[in-house]
């Protein structure tokens, strides 16, 4: 269990980073696939997908071999996919505007769930070959999906900048970055 609460707070650390390091990296756009390059719920589920997608270096490493690590990983990646926007337009429907608190607080129990769900299944008795077949056809399907998204937004709410209404990269907007630099 610790272990899973070390690597829940790495991820948050992580994702966290990820929201504000396309604005650090000056627009680089090689980040942006990997990084929030707008305020769109799609670029918030991607700052939580990064962390775990690299923490697949480590868990591959210690839990490969198991015969359900596949289904763990996927199951990992689809639960902030699916718990995010779900919580986050649940929230909104009733209070009609985004709370700050709570969307922090949204992203890291979807984080932590993440954890809690990839440990839960890799702990689990083994698994039909087909589910764990089935289930790595979904961590490359999401893995895809990941960037080409950024790249290639989907013209629906999801993906639709709240600032500036516009999607992908030239969504990016300046209202925010707290990192820009002043002309002079």
Request: net charge positive.
């Amino acid at each position: 269990m610790i272990e899973t609460i070390i690597v829940t707070v790495i991820i948050i650390i992580v994702g966290t980073a990820a929201h504000f390091l396309y604005d650090l990296t000056n627009h680089n756009k090689f980040i942006g696939l990997f990084a929030a390059v707008n305020e769109s719920t799609w670029e918030h589920i991607k700052i939580a997908l990064t962390p775990i997608l690299l923490c697949g270096l480590y868990d591959g490493f210690i839990y490969g071999q198991n015969p359900n690590y596949f289904l763990a990983k996927f199951t990992s990646l689809i639960t902030p996919i699916i718990f995010i926007p779900c919580i986050f337009y649940g929230y909104k429907f009733i209070s009609k505007k985004p709370i700050l608190p709570i969307d922090i607080l949204t992203f890291c129990v979807a984080i932590f769930l993440s954890q809690f769900f990839f440990k839960l299944i890799i702990d689990a008795p083994a698994i039909p070959y087909i589910c764990e077949y089935l289930a790595t056809i979904g961590v490359f399907a999401i893995f895809a999906a990941y960037s080409t998204l950024t790249l290639m937004p989907l013209k629906t709410f999801l993906f639709r900048d709240p600032i500036s209404h516009k999607f992908g990269f030239q969504a990016h907007t300046e209202t925010f970055n707290i990192f820009k630099k002043k002309k002079k």
